[in-house]
């Protein structure tokens, strides 16, 4: 019984990870980065930092499904994971 408990909790954990957060969360969450970055709310520089971290956060999702060679690991001839490449 005790085993299975164990068993439980870890599996619920491991799910816990797995789960994305609504746009309503990551809007919370971007808004709480832009302010900690000292940004004041309903101001242009406010706006323009929440629309930064969208476009890196879209930038990110397209460099790995398109894998692009920054997520790779190198740059320029010859530097990468598959080797040389001209």
Do not use: K
Request: aromatic residues 10%.
């Amino acid at each position: 019984m005790r085993r299975s408990v164990l068993l439980a909790i870890a599996s619920s954990l491991l799910l816990a990870g797995c789960v994305s957060m609504s746009p309503a969360e990551r809007r919370a969450a971007d808004e709480t980065t832009c302010r900690s970055y000292g940004f004041r709310p309903r101001t242009a520089a406010f706006a323009e930092c929440l629309q930064r971290l969208d476009l890196d956060r879209n930038a990110d999702r397209r460099a790995r499904l398109y894998g692009d060679r920054a997520f790779d690991g190198g740059f320029g001839i010859g530097v990468g994971r598959y080797g040389g490449y001209w």
